[in-house]
Structure formats: structure tokens, C-alpha cells
């Protein structure tokens, strides 16, 4: 009896342990849920939030941070220009800034720093135009999250969750994106212009210049770029060069505001956020 007993005693022991842990383990799932979920809707305010600044009118221009340029072949081809000095028979010695920025009647050139500012504006306005489709995508990544991603990121380095987004999203936001920009680049207008034929003209423009005839003396003539030593350019694709700038921009906005979720209390905008995010204060 004595025996039974015992064996009851040690039954029921294990019974209660074993119930400890599964509660424990139920316990524990619904935190990784909770963390999961605390995660998603992290990440949904976070790109909202990024997408909403930068999709409107100047969201990419009026942002240092963003803004986009010129290719960069293009942008080192300027500052090479830029760089040289050339001594011209009947002129003296012009300077490459000059060249650029106020033009030189005397070779027929003229300036191409106003068509630059055009051709950016108009970069940039498809940029913020493409961006308004970023949402749903990021949307689509954001509920693919599961319980060991979310722990994951959430006790990774601050921009854990872009990094997990970038991973996820860049090739589809890219293919959706890049059609976007190419049909903004050739319907956007800066003046009576679209972006496409800014972009072509200031190419052509600059090349134009590079093979200006410049006479070096009374009897001899070379072109500008044989002089300087500069070549001419060809044309980049536009609509992948800016897809590609304005999704640097995009996540750059989402790490800024993934960053400021983790370390800034007042930006946990609802009880799930403060809950999640307090697990790290």
C-alpha cells in the first residue's frame, strides 16, 4: 500500500511538472506572438510612415538626405570639366567651372548648370511619384514575418528590420518600381520637357561641348575634350538609375524610422509597440 503510494505521489509530481512546462511553453509562444506581431506593426507604421514622406511633391527633392543627383559617370565627367583650364588664342585662359556654369559665347557654348537643376528636379519628381507603390509590397513582406525572424530583429542591431526588408522586398519593389519611374520619366515635364528628353538633351549638350574646335594658336585647333582629356558620355538608363537612388532613399527613410521606434518611447504610437519595444528598454 505503502508502495502504491508512492507511486501515486510521484505520478502526480510528474503530472504537475509536466503541465508547469507546457503552460510555461504556452507561455512562451504567446510572448514569440506577441513579439511577432509587435514587429509587423513596427514595420507597417515604420514604412508608412517613410513612404508617406517621400511620395509627395519634393518628399525626395527638399531632402539632403534623399535627394537624388546625376548618374555618377556623369556627376565625376562634370567635375573633371569642371577641374581643367585651357588656354585659348584671343581669349586667354578659361577655366572649366566657366565652361559650365556661365557658358563661353566667343566657342558658342553655353551653360549647362541651369539644364542640370532641371534634369534633377525632374528625377526626383518621378522618384516621388514611383514611390506611392511601395506599400503594398512592403506590406506583403511584413505578414511573411514569423516567431524566429521577429526575435530576430527585434533584439538585432537597430536597423535589423530594414536589413529583413531589403533581404525581402528590394527585387520586387525594384520590378514594380522601375516601369513606374520609366513612365514617369517620360510624362513628368520640367517646363515643355519630359525627364527622358532632359536627360537626352543634356547628354548630347555636354558631349557637344567636349567636341567644341578651341584654338590653341593662330594656325592650330583641337577639340575641348582632346585638350582636357576628357571623353564623351553615353546615356544611362534613366529609369533603372533612379528606381535604384530612390530605393536607397526609401530604406534609408525606414532604418531612420525603425531606429527612432527602438530608441524613442514617445514613437511607439500604440500599446502593442510599447509593449514589444519595452522588452529592449
Request: glycine share 6%.
Amino acid at each position: 500500500m505503502k508502495y502504491l503510494s508512492t507511486i501515486s505521489l510521484f505520478i502526480s509530481i510528474l503530472l504537475l511538472s509536466s503541465c508547469d512546462l507546457l503552460n510555461d511553453a504556452i507561455e512562451e509562444q504567446e510572448n514569440n506572438i506577441d513579439i511577432a506581431e509587435g514587429l509587423k506593426e513596427a514595420l507597417k507604421v515604420g514604412t508608412d510612415t517613410a513612404t508617406s514622406k517621400l511620395a509627395v511633391v519634393d518628399g525626395y527633392l527638399k531632402d539632403e538626405a534623399v535627394k537624388i543627383l546625376l548618374p555618377d559617370e556623369l556627376e565625376a565627367q562634370i567635375a573633371a570639366l569642371k577641374a581643367v583650364e585651357i588656354n585659348v588664342f584671343g581669349l586667354g585662359t578659361i577655366t572649366g567651372d566657366q565652361i559650365y556654369n556661365t557658358g563661353v559665347p566667343f566657342l558658342g557654348i553655353n551653360s549647362l548648370a541651369e539644364k542640370e537643376e532641371e534634369l534633377i528636379v525632374g528625377i526626383n519628381r518621378a522618384a516621388e511619384e514611383a514611390a506611392q507603390e511601395a506599400g503594398p509590397i512592403f506590406f506583403d513582406a511584413i505578414r511573411g514575418i514569423t516567431i524566429t525572424d521577429a526575435e530576430n530583429i527585434l533584439y538585432g542591431s537597430d536597423t535589423a528590420a530594414t536589413a529583413y526588408l531589403i533581404d525581402n522586398t528590394y527585387q520586387s519593389l525594384f520590378d514594380t518600381f522601375e516601369p513606374k519611374v520609366n513612365n514617369a520619366v517620360n510624362s513628368v515635364s520640367i517646363g515643355e520637357r519630359t525627364v527622358e528628353e532632359l536627360y537626352g538633351n543634356f547628354v548630347s549638350e555636354y558631349n557637344d561641348i567636349l567636341n567644341t574646335s578651341v584654338p590653341i594658336s593662330f594656325l592650330e585647333s583641337q577639340t575641348l575634350g582632346s585638350i582636357s582629356g576628357i571623353n564623351s558620355i553615353d546615356e544611362a538608363d534613366i529609369s533603372a538609375f533612379a528606381t535604384e537612388k530612390g530605393l536607397d532613399g526609401l530604406f534609408l527613410k525606414v532604418q531612420d524610422e525603425e531606429a527612432n521606434i527602438r530608441n524613442n518611447v514617445n514613437a511607439r504610437v500604440n500599446e502593442l509597440l510599447q509593449q514589444v519595444f519595452g522588452l529592449l528598454d
